[in-house]
């Protein structure tokens, strides 16, 4: 069946380092991609998505590409900041839900 | 818009006790689903309905767990009796259409004790 893998944390980075979170998918037919961030204390929400092969998602800085050769949707940003540790979610909607990765948790340290 | 509305925010009960859940998703979404965080089994896919109607419940543990949707606007998850390996994080999310982007309320924190 469908499913997603993100690499395992914790990752650990200094103010101001470069990020990339690798996310992997096996899908049939042609899913959408979506990067989902949990702050402490609070529900998923969306950070990013990218609907077909090689649309790009960003926002906030963040950024994620749609490889399909691949089969990757690795997240990216190139100036990581405090108040961006979190964790992070892969996720890409199958033909009734979503599957999610299993979180990989982001502490930025000043 | 309020967004996905959960209650109660934090929950405490003793082993064998009932607990019920509630959560109203996003005005017009058809899709609501229920999840269950740990940190030993991460994210969880309990349930889901679609216009109110249960589409998949593979994802819940055991007979213990319940959940019913009688309107659009409302949902309840029932735990009876309660264990304490039922302590996790419940999270409730709706969306327009399967494949959309998921809406999650901001959680239940039960602790059976």
């Known amino acids: 069946g469908d499913s997603v893998t993100q690499m395992e944390g914790p990752v650990t980075l200094s103010e101001e380092a470069f990020l990339t979170i690798n996310c992997t998918y096996t899908?049939?037919?042609?899913?959408?991609l979506f990067w989902y961030v949990q702050y402490p204390g609070e529900g998923l929400q969306l950070l990013l998505k990218?609907?077909?092969?090689?649309d790009k998602g960003s926002n906030k800085g963040f950024e994620a590409t749609y490889r399909k050769e691949t089969t990757s949707f690795h997240l990216e940003k190139g100036s990581v900041q405090v108040s961006d540790s979190a964790v992070y979610f892969c996720a890409l909607s199958g033909s009734n839900d979503m599957r999610f990765g299993a979180g990989t948790r982001l502490t930025v340290k000043p | 818009d309020a967004g996905v509305i959960q209650s109660p925010r934090h929950e405490v009960t003793e082993m064998g006790q009932e607990v019920t859940l509630r959560c109203k998703p996003i005005s017009g979404h058809d899709y609501l689903f229920w999840y269950r965080q740990t940190m030993m089994r991460g994210l969880e896919l309990l349930i889901y309905?679609?216009?109110?109607?249960?589409?998949?419940d593979s994802g819940m543990p055991e007979d213990r767990f319940s959940a019913k949707m009688p309107n659009a606007s409302f949902s309840t998850l029932k735990i009876q009796p309660s264990e304490p390996r039922d302590s996790a994080v419940y999270f409730c999310?709706?969306?327009?259409?399967?494949?959309?982007?998921?809406?999650f309320g901001p959680g239940t924190r039960l602790l059976v004790l």
């Open positions: 990218a609907t077909k092969a090689d």
């Open positions: 309905f679609n216009n109110n109607v249960p589409i998949d």
């Open positions: 899908a049939t037919g042609y899913p959408s």
């Open positions: 999310a709706s969306s327009y259409a399967t494949g959309q982007t998921q809406y």
